[in-house]
T-cell receptor
């Protein structure tokens, strides 16, 4: 079974620039999550999709972050404009059932300078 | 009080020893509990789910104490390869059963 694919692996941008991350979940997984993990902290949920609908985006900073999953398969997360405090690893995960049995992708390490 | 709290460590343990760490949670209505392992610069991976009756997988034993609202992870006969950060995860019934992640406990096994 192919895992969760994410790209890019690393990204360095200047503050106020924009950036986008891509995620392709495991085939058949209806639930997709984007997490932000700052060094030394646990992952923080940014947004959860069930198929192409948003289940929870209460912790997504909507003034600068956006995410979509148009066809209920792959997803993109965008930050515009980036701030220094956005430096983190952005993890995508998927599961067959909501909030159970996650598989994570390898993440995108974002550095904002 | 944080929703999920863990001792950040690091726990420095000699190879072959037994080590245990706990995780406390604040929501008494939580129903699902997990331990994840995260290696340095890698993504978290599910280590084991924690059931009410406790469960064991080889050298790893997980326990749930609902009365005191904590879960524990015991590692016996520790190996160098057990060095990692162990993340405690608890669901929050009041928030769409969203999973709440602890900050992790860092374990270092020394030869």
């Amino acid at each position: 079974e192919a895992g969760v694919a994410q790209s890019p692996r690393y990204k360095i941008i200047e503050k106020r620039q924009s950036v986008a991350f891509w995620c392709n979940p495991i085939s058949g997984h209806a639930t997709l999550y984007w997490y932000q993990q700052i060094l030394g902290q646990g992952p923080k949920l940014l947004i959860q999709f069930q198929n192409n609908g948003v289940v929870d985006d209460s912790q997504l900073p909507k003034d600068r972050f956006s995410a979509e999953r148009l066809k209920g398969v792959d997803s993109t997360l965008k930050i515009q404009p980036a701030k220094l405090e956005d430096s983190a690893v952005y993890l995508c995960a998927s599961s067959q059932f909501p909030n159970y049995g996650y598989t994570f992708g390898s993440g995108t390490r974002l550095t904002v300078v | 009080r944080k929703e999920v709290e863990q001792d950040p460590g690091p726990f420095n343990v000699p190879e072959g020893a037994t080590v245990a760490f706990n995780c406390t949670y604040s929501n008494s209505a939580s129903q699902s509990f997990f331990w994840y392992r995260q290696d340095c610069r890698k993504e978290p991976k599910l280590l084991m789910s924690v059931y009410s009756s406790g469960n064991e997988d080889g050298r790893f034993t997980a326990q749930l104490n609902r009365a005191s609202q904590y879960i524990s992870l015991l590692i016996r006969d520790s190996k160098l390869s057990d060095s990692a950060t162990y993340l405690c995860v608890v669901n929050n019934p009041g928030s769409n059963y969203q999973l709440i992640w602890g900050a992790g406990t860092k374990l270092i096994i020394k030869p």
